[in-house]
């Protein structure tokens, strides 16, 4: 408790909570057993979103030389394909921080059930907030320093399903026809199916927010019509948990003057900046995802340096792709995913740390889905202006997408800019809350606990205990 004797409610005070002396071995098994609880089921969520997004792609091209292709039944072209992929990133963006909001406010599991359930319905719409929800669930059982390991780790799901969905629809190509319904059809249906059982076996798998020792959940009203999970953790691991990440369960409802403080908070745009810059970019590459994200939680401090060592590594990727000669060409494409992998869940984890400090739990919920959905205006950038909106980019030959290339590397500098530019700002203005703001929301009147998470969080773990990688 503070020293100089103000009561809570007067002004904000820090409250230390848990014990001086930790068992970071056993601190480390809790973190373990929520990763085994937690981690699949994302990935599998991750896989099942990232493989039905890109059926559009696909049904382009499936049976194109029968005239059953996704153009050829719908009697649709290609530029108005592009311009509905970048209405789907119109409704990611708008829907993005309502979606997280909601999550902040009822059942977390229960809404991360309901993005892959819904999935086929206004795809742009009820699948908003699935990749910022993740990313604010994991805050919820782990201290925002340790999530960019667990984000790259599940973002993987990604570039796996791109490589399964490519060969799985050589088989339903062969299906055209079949039932009166061509390839593409197939593919909806049967990937609608799955999505669907996925989406409600995550309902019974998928623990709900964490609760303090004794404390029972509420299960009045619509509640009590959802199944109820198995919690996290149980017994002296769930005593373990409380004391090092008390923060997460002393949370208060947050009101729309706290999300105020939260969008004019000048730290999210630089963020918005660097996410923008890098998502349009191509498919990442998973080693480099397993590799940079847990080093750069374990120096949690340089995450700039990490990002923009990626990001050169991208630009170099495009500048091979742009000006090399015949197959060297390939290896710029590889260069440019390879630098992809990390970019994304460092962002991400940045996000974490920066506004769960400053602003508490509605910090990173809305800082996390307008990075990501602001981010994205980065898709809707390269979906229908680069690579589709210049004609000179359709031209055969050494110069084909070209001038969109050179954008591209522009719009990466300038995501490097805005790290540069975070780091001497947050220098400069530091991180901590404001006065208004708490350690759980931005709301007058409330505690700010300082939990065994948050005294480790001041010292960088760097390579100690580097082979446990925890």
């Known amino acids: 408790m503070a020293s100089d004797g103000r009561k809570l409610g007067e002004e904000h005070q820090d409250v230390e909570v848990g014990p001086e002396v930790v068992n970071i071995d056993r601190i ?20 099942m979103c990232s493989a039905i997004r890109s059926n559009i792609g696909l049904a382009q091209t499936m049976n194109l030389d029968k005239k059953h292709d996704l153009g050829s039944v719908l009697n649709i072209t290609p530029k108005q394909v592009s311009t509905g992929l970048a209405l789907f990133y119109v409704c990611y963006v708008i829907f993005d921080l309502p979606s997280n909001l909601v999550m902040s406010r009822v059942s977390p599991h229960a809404w991360m059930s309901r993005i892959v359930t819904l999935l086929r319905l206004l795809l742009g719409i009820v699948i908003a907030g699935m990749w910022p929800g993740m990313s604010y669930y994991l805050t919820l059982f782990y201290p925002p320093s340790r999530t960019g390991k667990r984000i790259g780790r599940y973002f993987t799901a990604s570039q796996i399903s791109a490589a399964v969905v490519g060969l799985v629809s050589a088989g339903f190509q062969k299906m055209d026809g079949v039932g009166g319904l061509v390839g593409f059809q197939w593919m909806f249906l049967i990937y609608g199916i799955v999505g669907f059982l996925v989406g409600v076996s995550l309902l019974f798998w998928l623990p709900d927010r964490p609760l303090p020792p004794g404390e029972v959940r509420d ?14 953790l149980t017994g002296e691991d769930a005593r373990v948990h409380y004391e090092d990440l008390t923060r997460v369960y002393n949370r208060s409802m947050w009101n729309m003057k706290d999300l105020w403080h939260v969008v004019t908070d000048w730290r999210l745009y630089p963020l918005v900046v ?36 990626a990001v050169m590594i991208q630009i170099a990727g495009l500048l091979m792709a742009t000006f090399a000669k015949d197959w060297t060409r390939y290896g710029g494409v590889l260069l440019v995913g390879f630098g992809l992998g990390p970019t994304v869940p460092i962002c991400m984890a940045w996000s974490n740390e920066i506004f769960q400090l400053r602003h508490g739990e509605v910090g990173v919920a809305a800082a996390s889905a307008l990075v990501s959905g602001l981010g994205n205006l980065g898709s809707i950038l390269t979906t229908y202006a680069l690579y589709s909106g210049w004609p000179e980019d359709a031209k055969p030959g050494p110069h084909r997408y070209r001038k969109s290339n050179l954008v591209m590397i522009a719009i990466l500098v ?20 404001k006065d208004e703001g708490s350690g759980n929301s931005t709301s007058e009147g409330e505690a700010v606990y300082i939990d065994g998470a948050a005294r480790r ?14």
């Open 274 to 309: 660097m996410y923008f810059g890098v998502v349009g970019v191509a498919e990442s590459a998973v080693r480099a995802d397993l590799a940079v994200t847990p080093l750069s939680d374990r120096f949690h401090r340089y995450r700039a340096w990490f990002f923009s060592g």
């Open 414 to 433: 300038a995501s490097i800019v805005s790290a540069a530019a975070m780091v001497v700002l947050l220098k400069v203005f530091g991180t901590k809350r």
């Open 457 to 470: 969080e001041v010292q960088q773990r760097g390579l100690g205990r580097m082979f446990a990688f925890k």
């Open 219 to 232: 299960r009045s009203g619509w509640l009590r019509f959802l199944p109820q999970t198995k919690p996290a």
């Open 28 to 47: 480390e098994k809790v973190y373990d057993k929520l990763d085994r609880r937690i981690l699949p089921a994302f990935w599998i969520l991750y896989f």
